[in-house]
Structures are given as C-alpha cells and as structure tokens.
C-alpha cells in the first residue's frame, strides 16, 4: 500500500509503474461517422451512440499551460496559475484531475485546494476521489485541446501514448475516464503463436487447473488461465482461424475475438497498459489504435475512425481434466519458462490473483443489483445485454430463455462450472438427470449432445449454434452495460 499525504493513494504515478505484475485491464465506445475528433458522452452504451462533440484543437491553450504550471517545481508559479485557474471554468475540473495524478507531492496541496474551490466539495486528498466526482459530472464537458493534453501526460509514462492521444485522433469512449494501469505501451507482454503439445505431454498441468478451451475449424486447444492470468493477451491460430484472447482480471472477462480485419489480414494485439472502467484497452500493432476488451470495438485512433469491430467467438472457461476427458486429440499451450524467467511469473494455479490481491481501480458508475465481484455470465444479442449470476446457474444447471429477441439455453456443467449457451430454435429443454451433462432433452423428446460448436441432435439434423457469452464480475459489466437485465 502507497501513501500520498498520510492517505490511500495506489494510483499514485510511482506506485502503479513499481506495481507492475498487479495492473492490468481496459476499454470501450462511441459514433460512426464524424470526422476524427474527441467525443464525449454521458452514457458510453453497448452499441456506437452518436456523441456530443468537441473541438480536438491542441493544449496550448491559456488553460493547459496554467495547469502545466500548476505541478510544476516553483511555488510561486504555481499559486499564480491556481489563483487564474480558480476564475476559470468549472470545467476545468477534468483535465485538472489528471494533472492532480501527475502532480508531484509539494504541487499536491495547491492542486488539491483548486479541486475543491472548482468543485464545492472536500474530498481529500485521494485521487481515486476526484477521479470518481468527474467521471459523475455529466454536466461537464472537458476544454478543447483535451484529447492533446491527455496524451502530453500520459507520455510521461510512455512517449507512444502522445503518438496514441494526438490531436487529430478519433475517440469513441469518454476520455476522462481513461487512465494509466501502471505499466507503458506493451508493459504485459502478450503471447504470441505459442508452442502447443498434445494433452499427453502436458505434465505442467493439474488437473484442477482451470483452461480457456478453443474450437475452431475442427481443431480443439486449451490455455492455462495460471499462465493467461499474467501476460492476459494471446494472439494464435487455431482450425486456421487468426484470433486473439484478451484476458481482463480485474473485470474477470476472458474474451475470444476473431483477429482479421474487413479485407480478412490477420491482426496482432497487445496491452495497452491504459484502463477504462477498470478494463483493459488493448492495441492493434498495425495502427497503435486502441480496443475495447469488454466490447471488441476500436475506441481511439485510426481503427476507430473507421467503426472497426472485432467477432466475438466462443470459449469455454473450465477444468482441464474435463476438457481433456471430452476432447482427448486436444493440444495445449506449453508455458515459456524462459518468458517466467524474465518476467518473474509463476506459472501456478492463483498466484497472479495473489500478487494482485487488494488492486481495483475507480468505477462510478455502479450497482448493487449484485455484489461487487459477483461472478455473471454475460451475453449481448442484438444490442440486448443480459447478465446471469453463476450462483444462480449453479442451483438451476439450465435455462431456457429469450435475449434480444433470439430463444438461448443456457448450461451449467457442475464438473467443471463451465457455462455455454445455444440457440434452442424455439425448443424448449431440460437436464436429462444429476450426472456429468453431456446431452440435453427437449420437449419434443428428441436428444441433443452438448458441443463446442452447437448443440447436436441424436441422429440427422442440423445444430443449434453456439451464442458466443463470457464470464465477468458484476461491477465490470455493469459500467458497460447499465441497462442490462439480471437473470
């Protein structure tokens, strides 16, 4: 734990950047068809919304400079900037937030005491505080030149991100609630075409140990969450399909997306090291544009511009001696030890969880429909978005139900907690009894067996396809997703 002024401060600059191994995750939103700008909105939704705009400009102006010279080193510089900046506009709260978390430790007080004469209000000295009050401020729109003075900062810590945050750029999110996870542009390091071994000579697993289990082109593989729980990006071709897995812990969203691009060229990604909404903002290595892990859309740069979004794919979260069980030509990503010498990762079932046992970042939008870190399994169909409490799933096993108009069945395997979703073409199904699931009844009495890419009937008949879903903690699918129904 850091201290900034006797208080909590663990997103102080030097704090987060010696934390390296404990930050991670990011992402998120915004219009179609304006030219490059900033965009800002109240309410980042699940679909691109159209935006209230503002002029992109440079920060050179009067007010950027007084901020510049607000955490400074000279005293006298900056009671003066505080003393203009106070007549200024309330607004000034945004981009005045940043610089607070930039703000070296004898800047602080002076800084601080503008945020309450700006604001009215006395909330410390924690910038997760401040962070929170303007996220909060729909009244607000940030100055132009915002989208410049954000990456001036951010260049502090790496200088690609004013190369990212430049001023012409096109933004789909709001940039305010945009903020360093501690680490520079590729801090994580992805993983990238791993070697992968039959599930025979995969003497590094456990059975218990929990995998990311792939299906594509009639291929099958897994990947050990002990390793993805650290490097959280994953670029590799399975059944001849590019694709990428982004792994967001401290959303608990492990998220399978097609990596080709509309003229079908494969894309490479990797960690950002910036935050939205406590989820992780991940890039393309073509173009340094920067994605959403929550939502698959390009949100900063060229790709978003362009109203670039990636196919979600399914996957399942399980337990290796179960994947193996059912799938035994299955391969297996092998861990790099040399990758765990150099980085000092330990490969081990939860011991990423624990080095970042205690790390959350600011979100301010929340609900307590459910528990902070209940665990949802959590769908979009057709700009529907409905979350579906494991604890609940665990009791029922099965659910039939009906999401953005398309009729789903959703199961539960109670050997591994593994969680699919299909469609059920209006049928209506059941558990055939307590055992380990591999087939579901429908109504009509017909049997049907429980696949990776749908659902099979016994017999001749086409597949119910699988609904690609994802498991999250509640308050991460939240701030993305506020009108979403709970199950």
Avoid at 7 to 17: C, G, R, S, V
Avoid at 81 to 91: C, E, H, N, S
Avoid at 287 to 293: A, D, F, I, R, V
Avoid at 320 to 335: A, C, E, G, L
Wanted: with cysteine.
């Amino acid at each position: 734990m850091h201290t900034i002024d006797g208080e909590d401060a663990t997103m102080t600059p030097n704090a987060l950047i010696r934390a390296t191994v404990t930050f991670v995750c990011l992402g998120l939103i915004g219009p179609a068809n304006l030219a490059p700008q900033i965009q800002d909105s109240e309410e980042p939704p699940a679909v691109t919304p159209a935006y209230p705009t503002l002029a992109p400009g440079r920060a050179d102006s009067p007010v950027y400079d007084r901020l510049r010279r607000l955490i400074s080193s000279k005293p006298k510089a900056r009671r003066k900037a505080a003393t203009a900046l106070a007549k200024g506009d309330p607004a000034t709260l945004i981009p005045l937030v940043d610089a607070y978390f930039f703000a070296p430790r004898e800047a602080r007080p002076d800084a601080r005491r503008l945020l309450e004469q700006l604001s009215g209000e006395q909330l410390g000295s924690r910038y997760r505080d401040w962070f929170l009050h303007v996220g909060g401020r729909q009244d607000l729109q940030p100055p132009p030149g915002y989208i410049a003075w954000k990456g001036e900062l951010f260049s502090r810590i790496d200088p690609v991100y004013g190369d990212i945050l430049h001023p012409a750029a096109t933004v789909r999110l709001r940039l305010r609630e945009v903020h360093s996870g501690g680490v520079p542009l590729d801090g994580i390091p992805a993983i990238d075409d791993p070697e992968s071994v039959p599930a025979d000579l995969a003497r590094f697993m456990r059975d218990t140990d929990t995998v990311f289990g792939v299906s594509l082109g009639g291929e099958r593989r897994a990947y050990p969450v002990k390793v993805l729980s650290w490097h959280e990006l994953l670029n590799d071709t399975v059944g001849g399909q590019p694709m990428t897995l982004s792994f967001c812990t401290l959303c608990g969203s492990g998220i399978l997306y097609s990596a080709v691009d509309e003229d079908g060229k494969r894309l490479t990604f990797g960690t950002s090291g910036l935050l939205y909404r406590s989820n992780k903002l991940m890039f393309d290595r073509a173009t340094l544009s920067l994605w959403s892990n929550l939502t698959g859309e390009a949100v900063v740069g060229q790709r978003a511009e362009e109203s670039a979004r990636l196919r979600m794919l399914p996957m399942t979260l399980t337990r290796w001696d179960v994947w193996r069980q059912r799938y035994p030509d299955t391969s297996i990503m092998r861990p790099d030890p040399a990758a765990a010498q150099r980085t000092g990762y330990r490969y081990v079932e939860g011991a990423a969880d624990q080095a970042r046992a205690g790390v959350e970042f600011p979100v301010w939008r929340q609900s307590d429909a459910l528990e902070r870190n209940a665990r949802v399994y959590a769908l979009t169909i057709n700009g529907e978005a409905k979350a579906y409490p494991l604890e609940k799933l665990r009791v029922e096993r099965l659910v039939n139900d009906t999401v953005g108009g398309l009729d789903i069945v959703l199961v539960l395997d109670p050997e591994s907690d593994a969680v699919r979703a299909y469609e059920r073409g209006g049928l209506s199904f059941d558990t055939p009894g307590d055992g380990p699931l591999r087939t579901l009844r429908a109504a009509d009495g017909t049997t049907w067996w429980i696949a990776e890419e749908g659902l099979a009937p016994e017999g001749d008949g086409d597949l119910l396809p699988r609904v690609p879903g994802h498991a999250a903690f509640w308050f991460g699918w939240y701030a993305f997703y506020p009108e979403t129904a709970v199950y």
